[in-house]
């Protein structure tokens, strides 16, 4: 009914730049809560950084000051500007919603199937 579409991972060399994309799309009324979530091999998923409907920002320390979380509400995407990447930034990234959503209207949590982010040394 609503899904989450992400693209931009890839391989990148140590202190370059990736920027990530998720888009939503089904029988959406509106997406609230955005972000992105990553896990590497043999460890949990970590939060990365999140973004409410109103524009306010939350980071996880090691991203602080590298990572830009930002959206378009209008078009339902959220994207993540990632420069001076570091190796231990390797990982699946994975993009979270709280959706808001009809048929019937409830909200729902919604995962996108992840992209991988490597970056090398």
């Known amino acids: 009914q609503v899904q989450l579409v992400e693209s931009g991972g890839g391989l990148v060399q140590a202190g370059g730049s990736l920027t990530l994309s998720c888009a939503a799309s089904?029988?959406?009324?509106?997406?609230?809560?955005m972000g992105w979530y990553r896990q590497a091999p043999g460890k949990q998923r970590e939060l990365v950084a999140t973004?409410?409907?109103?524009?306010?920002?939350n980071y996880t320390e090691p991203v602080k000051g590298r990572f830009t979380i930002s959206r378009d509400n209008v078009k339902n995407t959220v994207y993540l500007q990632m420069n001076s990447l570091k190796p231990e930034d390797s990982a699946v990234y994975y993009c979270?919603?709280?959706?808001?959503?009809?048929?019937?209207?409830?909200?729902?949590?919604?995962w996108g199937q992840g992209t991988l982010v490597t970056v090398s040394s």
């Open positions: 979270n919603a709280n959706i808001f959503v009809t048929g019937p209207y409830r909200n729902l949590e919604v």
């Open positions: 089904g029988s959406i009324v509106s997406a609230n809560a």
């Open positions: 973004i409410t409907r109103g524009g306010k920002t």
